[in-house]
């Protein structure tokens, strides 16, 4: 366990921005900003000239936290770490990509890998992904977890369950409840994020495999591809989905046309999902979740392909297809997401925290609504792969990264 003592910034009646940790230094992150906005915090050409369909819906203005915090690494012998949930205790609870769990302490002290899970295909950006816990996992010990399975050569999003055992040291009875289908020999865009609604039920997202061959199939109802998908704890299609009774579609489908959703989220408010998602070269999207609605991919899109040549008929718009609230050209690679709502930062209440992948950095979206009016990086100096975020039981924020580390980021 790593646990460097930090010097704190203090905020005076003039904002300051003091004691930013720099790559040889990375253990001291300090800020002290100013609520004042500025200008956006992306400096670096956009890929494309697509313009904007509103005002606000990219490169809003920069805004800084007033209040002192500090990021601290709390541990770095996590191993490819992808999830991570806060568990009743106020410990965590982790996913590693290569198939095991392991639970953190406060103090970032980190338990043996836990086993007993389904065996995954860690192959390129596969492995063991998202997890929850039971709303009533105090009583019955349940986790829920995605993954990607390999089944007869080809690979798929999978959906399981199991209990945590008393001694912590195995995942009992795991069982598949769900595979996203149909599978493919591809090994990225698994999506696999998780949660649970307020109804009980299950939400959770796949991708639509990556290659051009698959990519039809975000737009396809009888495929589970490229879709934010609703179920029972069971693995049934949860009551009072949108495509509930209709033939030509699943009945488990929430929203259709995504990418790659790698971020989940209920606003602590208003209960509204909220999502990121992977653009290709440019167009990472945050979206705001509507039942049964079309979000473009691959029809629509704010990105061009990695070679630089366009996308379809390289439109932005199109009736019937939703726009996204916000929108990344070039990318931060936007992966897990949480919404704030402790009161260890009061300024932070109801903001949106993105963990960001190549952007090396977690972003901080102020919302109004369905607009996003500010946005602030925090550990930009880090130089870490951001790959998922969670509230911890004592107001923190908590984020693991692809390089192994847990970061505890909130008051001293």
Known sequence: MTDIPKVLGIATGVALMIASCSPSNSKDNNVVGSDSTSAPVETKD?????????????????IKTTTAYEGKVLSEGLEKPWGITSLPDGRLLITEKEGT????????TLSEAITGLPKVNSAKQGGLLGLTIDPSFSENRMVYW???????????TAVAKGRLADDEKTIENAQVIYRATPAHESTLHYGGRILFDKTGNIIFSTGERSVLETRPQAQDLNSS??????????????PGNPFEGRSEARPELYSYGHRNVQGLALHPVTGDLWETEFGPRGGDEVNLIKPGKNYGWPTITYGIEYSGEKIGDSIQQKEGMQQPVYYYDPVISPSGITFYSGNNIPEWENNLFISALSGSHIARLVIEGDKVIGEERLLADESQRFRDITQGKDGALYAVTDQGRLYRIGKP
């Open 46 to 62: 956009p890929n494309s000239n697509y313009q904007p369909a509103f005002a606000g819906q990219t490169r809003i203005s920069g």
């Open 101 to 108: 769990m392991r639970i953190a302490s406060a103090d970032g």
């Open 146 to 156: 995605t993954f990607s399975e390999n089944t007869d050569g080809k690979n798929l």
């Open 225 to 238: 591809l490229g879709k934010i998908i609703r179920i029972t704890p069971d693995g049934n299609a949860a």
